[in-house]
C-alpha cells in the first residue's frame, strides 16, 4: 500500500511484509490442516493483520525500486529476530475468540459463490480498508456500523464472509475493510472508475459521506484468491459529535 506525496511513494514496509506472512501462515494452516480452531477467511486474515499493525513499528521509505528492495531485506531479516510469527498466531486466537457471529468464515480456498464463474471478464474491485476516528478525542470508534454505497445503495459484497453494513469488533482499533462483488466486463484490459461512499449514520455524530474512486482493469478471471496484496486503502476518516462545530465557534 503506498501514498503519493510529490511524486515519491511512500511505503511502510512493514505493512508488506506482515500482510504477506498473515498469508504464508493462513495458508499454511489450510494445506496443514493443523490448528483447526484459526479460522483463515479472508475476514480474518484482515482483523489479524490490523492486530499486528497496531502493535509493530511502522517502517517508512521513500520507494525507488533498487533502495526498496534492499530495505526491505534488512527489514525481513531484522524482523526475523522479533517474533513476527508468535504474534501472528496471537492475532489468528484472538480474532478467532471474538469471532463475526454473523458470517460463515468459509476458507478463502473453498468456492465462491456461483456469480464467481472461472470463465467471465469482470472488474475486480479490490478489498477496501479504512480506518474511522472520533473526531474530537481521535479515540477509534467501536459498536458502530458503516456501509459502502455505490449511488446511493448499499454495495453488494462478493461473499457472505463479507458484511455491509460493516459492524466494527473490538480489536481491530476503528478498522473497517469491504470486498465488493466483481462487475461485469465485456473484454479483458479495460480501464472503469468505480465510484463509491464510505457512509456513517449513527445517533449522536454528524453523518459522514466520504466520497472516493477505485480505478480497475478487468481481467478474464472473476474467482481470484483473496490477497492482501490487492487492497485499496482509504485516507484516516474522522466522525464528528453532533454540535461539535457550533460549539467551536
Ligand atoms: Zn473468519
Not at 464467481?116 to 475486480?124: E, G, L, M
Not at 474530537?136 to 461473499?159: C, H, K, T, W, Y
Not at 480501464?191 to 449522536?204: D, L, P
Request: charged share 30%.
Amino acid at each position: 500500500m503506498e501514498t503519493v506525496l510529490k511524486n515519491h511513494k511512500i511505503h511502510n514496509l512493514t505493512e508488506d511484509l506482515v500482510l504477506k506472512e498473515v498469508d504464508a501462515i493462513c495458508d499454511e494452516i489450510e494445506t496443514s490442516g493443523q490448528k483447526p480452531e484459526l479460522c483463515t477467511c479472508g475476514q480474518c486474515r484482515l482483523d489479524a493483520a490490523c492486530y499486528v499493525l497496531n502493535r509493530t513499528q511502522p517502517s517508512y521509505v521513500v520507494s525507488n525500486r533498487g533502495v526498496a528492495r534492499l530495505e526491505r531485506e534488512t527489514l525481513e531479516r531484522r524482523q526475523k529476530g522479533i517474533d513476527l510469527t508468535v504474534l501472528i498466531y496471537k492475532a489468528l486466537e484472538d480474532v478467532a475468540h471474538n469471532r463475526r457471529p454473523n458470517f460463515d468464515h468459509q476458507s478463502h480456498s473453498s468456492k465462491e459463490a456461483e456469480y464467481v464463474a472461472r470463465d467471465r471478464t469482470v472488474f475486480n474491485i479490490p478489498v477496501i480498508i479504512g480506518r474511522v476516528f472520533n473526531g474530537v478525542n481521535f479515540e477509534p470508534l467501536s459498536g458502530i456500523d458503516v456501509e459502502l454505497v455505490q449511488g446511493g445503495e448499499l454495495v453488494a459484497m462478493r461473499d457472505a464472509n463479507w458484511q455491509n453494513p460493516y459492524r466494527f469488533v473490538k480489536d481491530t482499533e476503528g478498522t473497517f475493510t469491504f470486498w465488493p462483488r466483481p462487475a461485469e466486463a465485456k473484454t479483458a484490459g479495460e480501464q472503469s472508475v468505480f465510484e463509491f461512499a464510505v457512509r456513517i449514520k449513527t445517533e449522536g455524530f454528524e453523518t459522514l459521506n466520504h466520497f472516493f474512486e477505485v480505478l480497475v482493469v478487468s481481467e478474464g478471471v472473476a474467482d481470484v484468491p483473496f490477497s492482501m496484496s490487492r487492497t485499496f486503502k482509504l485516507q484516516d476518516l474522522y466522525l464528528f459529535p453532533e454540535g461539535a462545530e457550533e460549539d467551536a465557534d
